[in-house]
């Protein structure tokens, strides 16, 4: 099985969202990196669930290949819920910002080490 180029450039930023949580400092960066990264979780799974010809399925007479609704669900569930964990960082994020003059990991936690 041959790889596209679609499906290196999708698998590309994956990677590249998985480094920059684990590599970035800034707590504003890993949210960013995660949000890459979910992005391109969600772009595979399109690229793996798309197929051409396939009809709407919308109750006809006509016997025709239809498309599964399910992964589309899928998606559209991944992607609310990709949306709400990013606000709830956004706000954590927040807090930390009120107490610590930096967002840099190291820096909070040698702050907040007794």
């Known amino acids: 099985m041959s790889i596209s180029i679609l499906e290196a450039c999708i ?3 994956v990677l590249c969202g998985f480094f920059g949580i ?22 595979y ?3 793996v669930a798309a197929r051409g010809g ?23 569930t991944a992607i609310v819920i990709g949306f709400s964990i990013q606000a709830l960082m956004l706000v954590g994020v927040m807090k930390l910002s009120r107490d610590n003059p930096t967002l840099e990991t190291n820096e909070i936690e040698k702050n907040n080490t007794p």
């Not at 396939?54 to 559209?76: C, E, F, G, N, R």
């Open 11 to 13: 698998f590309a930023t």
């Open 22 to 43: 684990i590599l970035k400092q800034n707590l504003m960066m890993k949210i960013i990196s995660m949000d890459v990264m979910s992005t391109g979780v969600i772009a």
């Open 45 to 47: 799974y399109i690229l």
């Open 54 to 76: 396939l009809y709407t399925p919308i109750a006809s007479a006509k016997q025709v290949a239809y498309a599964d609704p399910v992964p589309q669900a899928v998606i559209l």
